[in-house]
């Protein structure tokens, strides 16, 4: 089973830029469906999650209001768009899957993940 993170790019400071999420060897629409990131020396951080029916969303503060997270059950596709997009937004972008919700801030409770996708925010 694989999450596959495309959307990979350099974009200037306040740009925009989408992350798409799609799981492979299963479906996932009972899952709560994350991303998170991991910055050049720093720990894997939350960043935002949906829950299996889209009506729960969760976002880490630095995001909120910049980020959005849906998903498409019916193309089995999960998407994070980014708005107004920061240099220390700059890290590798990972996609992952959890089927409790109130654990979704918490690495460790994510059993499937992505590969990883760079995102770079620079001038």
């Known amino acids: 089973v694989q999450l596959q993170a495309s959307g990979v790019g350099l974009v200037q400071p306040g740009g925009s830029l989408r992350l798409s999420c799609t799981p492979s060897?299963?479906?996932?629409?009972?899952?709560?469906l994350g991303w998170f990131r991991q910055a050049p020396g720093k720990e894997r951080e939350f960043v935002a999650a949906?829950?299996?029916?889209?009506?729960?969303?969760d976002y880490a503060d630095s995001v909120k209001g910049r980020f959005t997270t849906s998903r498409d059950d019916a193309k089995n596709t999960m998407y994070l768009q980014m708005n107004s997009l920061k240099p220390e937004d700059t890290a590798v972008y990972y996609c992952?899957?959890?089927?409790?919700?109130?654990?979704?801030?918490?690495?460790?409770?994510?059993?499937?993940w992505g590969q990883g996708t760079l995102v770079t925010v620079s001038s």
């Open positions: 949906i829950s299996w029916s889209g009506r729960n969303i």
């Open positions: 060897g299963r479906t996932f629409s009972s899952y709560v």
């Open positions: 992952a899957a959890n089927v409790n919700w109130a654990t979704i801030r918490i690495i460790g409770e994510y059993s499937y």
